[in-house]
């Protein structure tokens, strides 16, 4: 998610269960590689499993990550995949990538070319899209091992590595500038871009936060950010919800990966302006209901206690 991010790949702040088990990294892995963080592994898992349990319409078809995760045949009996106690989770996480991708097209119409995703995990935007990605350059930034394991699984699976896909490997726990390694990889900073982070604020401090928010916004004016951020547990007024929120912080800290920032909407849209950003919105996870799941008749809503920071410079 940012340049002091511990742990690149996109760990979800929704995870009931962090201590879940991981999937196994397919043999035809770089034996050099290491597999994704299991937190990655979960939330492409779910995406998937909205495809394959919830009725149409699907807020976001993809069953690419699964693909690429190719987890044990029973994957479906683990704990955190199940379908009627983790729907809430499952739901937030594909209208959190439905917003991000529904950005991107919109920026992409308006002519901007560049799209960043820090953090990127197992994100399968230019798989699943490839009528807009090919309108773009997609800078994926990542941890090297689980990068170089995503780009062997990427070769394996048929889909390459396009021009348009540039894997920029960072530890992004020990390497903050992350901004060069753009550069050095063929990052235009005269031009806007879009950056998504989403599932790693919570892990980090305000400060690195801030940080990040001020590398965003000293890109070319026209870019913009969307960045998940975790609201603070009396915020949330769903028992269930909170719950949820207790077990992931449970697990968060057994793993040592503690949740360390919450953030009020207005703590997060006043950041952002602090750090430069001209335009900041607040995406509220009851927002992302109405936009993506009214007129459902199976109950699928979104769990709350994550929202989105949409802010540009």
Known sequence: MTGAGPRSSAPDSTAPDSTAPDSAAPDSAAPDSAAPDSTAVRVALW?????????????????????????????RARPDMDPRATSGFRASIVARARLIQDLVAEEAAQGVDQYVVLGAGLDTFVQ?????AARLTVYEVDQPGPQAWKRQRLIDL??????GLRLVPVDLETDGDWPAHLAAAGFDATRPAVVASTGVTMYLSKEATAATLRQIAGLAPGSTVAMTFLL????????????GLAASRKGAQASNTPFISFYTPGEMLAMARKAGFQDVNHISG?????????GRTDGLRPSSGEDVLVAST
């Not at 995406?47 to 994957?75: C, F, N, T, Y």
């Not at 048929?158 to 021009?163: A, E, H, R």
């Open 286 to 294: 009851t927002v992302l209901a109405e936009r993506y799941f009214t």
């Open 128 to 132: 699943r899209e490839p009528e807009i």
């Open 47 to 75: 995406r998937a499993m909205h495809v394959q349990v919830d009725s149409p319409p699907h807020v976001l078809a993809d069953e690419i990550g699964l693909k690429l995760a190719a987890p044990d045949g029973d994957w």
């Open 158 to 163: 048929g889909y390459g590595i396009p021009d």
């Open 232 to 243: 603070p547990p009396e915020l949330l007024t769903d028992d269930a919800d909170r719950a």
